[in-house]
């Protein structure tokens, strides 16, 4: 994903606004302000080191590069995995057609949990990676594929803990957890580059299902993450940002979500905006100083990675799914 310029915020705000009323005229964007009640939060369980270790393994296969041997087979380990945790598992197959005309072999996988209510929670993550490392201070890294272990695995890893939480639960919400594919292969100054397997998802989705809402775990792991309330999250679905925000303090994890307001990123849930579907991404982006050092670079790594930071993003999102 990228952070917008300030002069591509307000053409970008123009453009989601048709997105918006439509979702207004569909009564999709309604209904999450009630959420999360102001009460004690019972105890919630997740497990940070199984999340770490979802991370870790997903980082064994190599860069998740559309077209590569990794790409192939961490997806088929990321369905099975779903499968295991009793979801019912949709993958969704298409060739999409990067900014450079690569066609890219994309897979978006989608485990749906209670799939009997027909009002649902939507929980994404791009599972993909970013073929290069343009980032990277040393130019020479620049052709090289990022790990992506914050950038992609980690929001994948804390859901798919969330899987196993659910597959243990007696009394499970309405959730689809969507792993997005093609999120990453994008260029500078190209919006409509990025975030190719959601725009495809948003094109198809399940019929006669009503998402109340969406939410996007992007760059969840960081050891010194902070979580700002992200302008087009706040811009287009605050109440779900107030309820998830609420269920952080709830859950005691408020110093990690700040009520600052966050960078303007061009990520997945934007696509879902366009859709009509209220979307948020919770994603470590400081006004100050951008994403953290290692984003887009060849050091995204697991060293870069805290199971206290998945624990903390995991546990709120276990808040939220139990006070709905
Ligand atoms: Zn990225």
Known sequence: MKCKSLAAVALAALSISCGKSQA??????????ADVQPQPAAEVSFDADSA??????????????????????????????LRRHGAEVTVQEATLT???????PARNIIGSFNPQAAERILLLAHW?????????????????????????????GVLLEIARQLSLSDNKPGVDILFTDAEDYGTDGDDESWALGTRYFVQNRPEGVTYRGAILLDMVGGKNAQFRREYFSQQYAPQLVDAVWAAAGMAGEGALFSNELGGAITDDHVELIKGGIPAIDIITFDPANGFPP????????????????????????MTYLNNI
Request: glycine content about 12%.
């Open 24 to 33: 207004g005229r569909n009564g999709a964007d309604t209904g999450a302000e």
């Open 52 to 81: 770490y270790a979802y991370v870790a393994r997903q980082v064994e296969f190599g860069p998740r590069v559309p077209g590569s041997t990794a790409h192939r087979q961490c997806g088929e380990w990321l369905a099975s995995e």
């Open 98 to 104: 990067a900014f450079d005309g690569t066609q890219l």
């Open 128 to 156: 993909d990676t970013r073929p290069w490392a343009d980032n990277d201070p040393d130019r020479t890294n620049h052709s090289k594929p990022v790990p992506g272990a914050d950038d992609g695995a980690s929001g994948t």
């Open 294 to 317: 290692y984003w887009h670079t060849v050091n995204d790594d697991m060293s870069n990675i805290s199971a206290k930071t998945l624990g903390s993003v995991g546990r709120v999102m």
